[in-house]
């Protein structure tokens, strides 16, 4: 019985650590391109951040039934997660949290059963930052074409880039954060509990990732809101359907989308090659040593 309780104690305690380095890591993907165009202050994004992450913990539990099949051994899963996505923070590269976990869960339980809830989550992985480039590509070619004053437009779309960044963290706390705690519970006061631990992430480490996402490409106040939004709705639509997607490569494809209707050349290549470098490497790493760890046990 006590060390049922010290494990229980254990996967909390990482889960809740990972959460906060989740909030300093993806922080980025509500707030980075409002950031990067300068759409308000840092501090006024941050709390727009927290009160939408904490909402968005309300409707956690869908997702949370998913990962939550899939649990063999949820605290070897989360400390290999916690440590990919330590290093990837301090490196200052926006990575994906669905991708380490429930490959290092996969990793852990390596059987057909989950071999096959996988390749659905693996299919929606690669489409969903493909949905959003293609929305935020279509979206900002018929927003060039809407004939209104330019000072007008800005301002209402400041206001609508503030309302994106709101979606974007709301999906950070109703996809994102079941991801890590639905791996040993559904519990709903638990997944509050896990959303201020990664609201303080955020804000105290938040801005070293978000100042990376800001050098993809050049973005205006116009091109940060498509691009938000683009990544915003491709995550909810993936939501909906109990998918675990990343809400990091949606954004960045949201990025990549606007950046091709000003020309490939606008597109800091090298900058995005290197976090694509990372999307494929973190869950590598994951896979591999839950992989181990399980042959290690049997």
Known sequence: MVVIEISIDLKLIISFYLLFILGANNVANAIGTAYASRATTYKNLLILFSVCVIIGSLFAKNVGNTVNSLSSDALMALIISALVMTLSTYKKVPISLHTTIICSLIGLSFKSSNLAIFGEILLSWILSPIIAVIIAYVLYLAYEKIEIPILKK??????????????????????????????????????????????????????????????????????????????????????????????????IGGILGVGLTKGIKTVRWKVLKNIIFWWIIAPTIALIAGFIINRMIE
Not at 178 to 196: D, K, R
Not at 208 to 233: D, H, K, P
Request: hydrophobic share 50%; with cysteine; net charge neutral.
């Open 154 to 251: 800005i301002t209402m779309i400041k206001y609508l880039l503030l309302i994106s960044a709101g979606v974007v963290a709301f999906n950070l706390g109703s996809n994102d954060l079941p991801t890590v705690l639905g791996t040993f519970t559904t519990s709903q006061i638990i997944y509050i509990i896990g959303a201020i631990f990664l609201c303080l992430g955020a804000y105290l480490y938040g801005n070293r990732v978000s100042e990376t996402l800001s050098m993809i490409t050049n973005l205006s106040v116009t091109s940060a809101f498509i691009a938000q939004l683009s990544g915003g709705l491709a995550v909810t639509i993936f939501t909906a359907l109990g998918m675990p997607v990343s809400t990091t490569q949606a954004i």
